[in-house]
C-alpha cells in the first residue's frame, strides 16, 4: 500500500499536465467548435428573456410540480407544444475565467487525488509501470469521462459532445496514467 500523501507529486504534476493539454484541445484543436448550435433569431431570443430577469442557475421548460405533475393535463400540453429545454443562465456580464481555471485545476488535482488513493490502495511500492499505468487510468478516465455520459443519458446533450469529451477525458486519463507510472515509488 502506498499512501496518498507519498504520491503529492505524480498528483500535482498530472494536474498541471491534464491543465495543459485541456488548454491545447480547446484553443487550438478545432473539433470542440461544434459542441453548440446557434439559436434562430438569438437577439430577438435575448431580448425576450432579458425582461424576465432570470436569476443564474439550471432551468427546466416546462417544469413539473414534481412527480405527479408530470401527469398533469397542463404539463402533458406544455410539453407536447415544445419548446422543450433544459438551459443553464449564466450571470450576465464579462465572463471570469480565471475563476473557471482555478476550479478546472482543483478538480484536476481531486481527480489526482482519487487516482492516488485507488492506486495506492491496489498497489505497493515498486509496482511495474503498466500495472500502475492501468489503475491510475481507468480511475482518472472515469472522473474525467464516464461522468459525463449521464448529461446524454437524461437531459438530452448530444452524444456528438460527450463523445468528444469522452475523448478529451481519455487522453487526461493516459497522460495521468503515464505520470503515475513514471513517479511511482519504487
Known sequence: MVSIASLWLPILLSAVFVFFLSWIIHMFLPYHRTDYRKLPSEADLQEALRKFNIAPGDYLLPCPEGPTGMRSPEYLDKRNKG????????????????????????????????????????????????????????TAFIGYAVALWQDSIWYQRAWSTTVKNSFDGLIYALFTAGTFGWLWPR
Open 83 to 138: 419548446p422543450v429545454a433544459v438551459m443553464t443562465v449564466m450571470k450576465s456580464g464579462p465572463f471570469n475565467m480565471g475563476k473557471n481555471l482555478m476550479q478546472w485545476f482543483v478538480y484536476c488535482l481531486i481527480v489526482g487525488v482519487l487516482a492516488a488513493y485507488i492506486t495506492g490502495r491496489a498497489l505497493p511500492a515498486g509496482t511495474p509501470y503498466l500495472k500502475v499505468f492501468r489503475f491510475a487510468g481507468a
